[in-house]
């Protein structure tokens, strides 16, 4: 950035390309291109056939019979008469003939044509991917000539523009691509302590619960919970885990996994939509700075739904703890657990309470649709 | 004189290799074409299994033996036309392997050669100054 100081490095063009090589790779791609030139009129050739047979084909049964001269040996002809001519013995290849009629003759020789234009399309594509190559090493060849020189310098503002481009991107793309790509996107180090505290809250409320003998809340949330979860444990296994993690869980459903995929990526799809922003579309959301984006989130839902982050933690993880830490944590976790992000203090547990009541009608419509869903 | 023979040793150890580099090189080519025709065949073979799938049951269906049409069924062509095609799938895909060998035995080889090469062009140098 300094000024004065050499910035960039300028090459002749020719010292990096010499001229004679260029030139010799120039003619190495004009024989590729004469060889695809050979091959396409071939090919137009079997498609000009084709089509005279179709039209012959076509032609034979408006007469009962034909007088041909028929070919005899390699020289000789003698005068016969064609008849049957509705009937074709068409060889389909490999050895194989099938007797016919006309129609019928006609439609395989169609379809023969059509596999011949894909063959030319595709034959012609390359032959325009060699016709530019040759341009440019023949550009390449005469610049060399010329002596062009080649100046290189380090651009150093438009790599940071770059840089803020592509997270920006990123973070579209987080918002936009949910579920799959989510747990790869999150930091596990991050996830790992966000887990942590959420054990630690779990088990407080566990106990808090227990106290208040809460127990008509708790199956509330249960409802509400576990299809949540299910999906949840589905794509994290998914993507991260081999299918013996999850055939269990699978066999529970008694979904195959192909079903639940196609149902999840219907889901993902509507959950891309933000309009349809509710319960569902949250738990899909990988970030909670990214939840908060989307404007039709209540605060009270986000707390009240699982930090979708946290959530995203591999599942092994998940089960791994369940097994280290007391029984009751895993009864906590089939069912009644109430998440929320870390950043919340855990002595703010009062508040956080009440504003689950008035969302706690709300979770039953994403519930239903997702069931839905699922059926 | 211990030199003169070594470099003896070494040049007759690089003819070998490059033998060896040759015929590598001749046995992929001709995996190459190998591989061409059975790809041909396949793509004739779909073709055929296609058409035989869009004949109606009673169709007579024949196969060229030799000089002669000998009549199939049309069931049994079909699966020996599947068959033909499971086959040589599973022969390109032991092409495929073959060629990853021989192309991976040829990269060493060259490596060796340039080895050899090196070496070579050492002890020369050495024997000028000498």
Partial sequence: MEAGRVKGTVTPLSSLFPAQDARKAASRVQAAISENQRKLEQLQGFITDNDNMIKLVQKLPEELHHEVMVPFGKAAFFPGRLIHTNEFLVLLGEGYYAERTSKQTVEI??????????????????????????????????????????????????NFCEQELTSEVNKQDVTRVSGVDEAKIAEIDAEYARMMARFDELEKEEELAAANGNKSDDEDEEEKETPNQSLEKFYDDKQSYSEGSTSAWLRDENVSSKELLDKYQKQQEASTNPSNCSG??????????????NSSLTQSQRVRNPNPAAKSVKFAEVKEKTQTLPPSTSQ??????????????????????????????????PVSRFKMQRR | MSSTSALRDLQRELEAKANDLSKLQKDIAKNHQVRKKYTVQLGENELVLKELDLLQDDTNVYKLIGPVLVKQDLAEANANVRKRIEYISAELKRLDSALQDLEEKQNSNRDAILKLQQRIQSLQAGKVKA
């Fill in chain 1, 109 to 158: 020789l169609k379809r023969r044509g059509k596999a011949l234009d894909s063959q030319v399309d595709s034959l012609k594509a390359t032959m325009d991917n060699l016709k530019a190559e040759a341009s440019f090493f023949d550009a390449t060849a005469s610049e060399a000539e010329e002596g062009l020189v080649e100046i290189k310098e380090e651009y150093v503002e438009e």
């Fill in chain 1, 280 to 293: 569902l579309s949250v738990q899909s959301s990988p970030k909670e700075d990214v939840t908060s984006g």
């Fill in chain 1, 332 to 365: 906590a976790f089939t069912g009644s657990i109430i998440e929320r992000p870390p950043i919340i203090p855990k002595t703010s547990k009062q508040e956080t309470e009440t504003p689950l009541q008035p969302s706690g009608s709300q979770p039953s419509k």
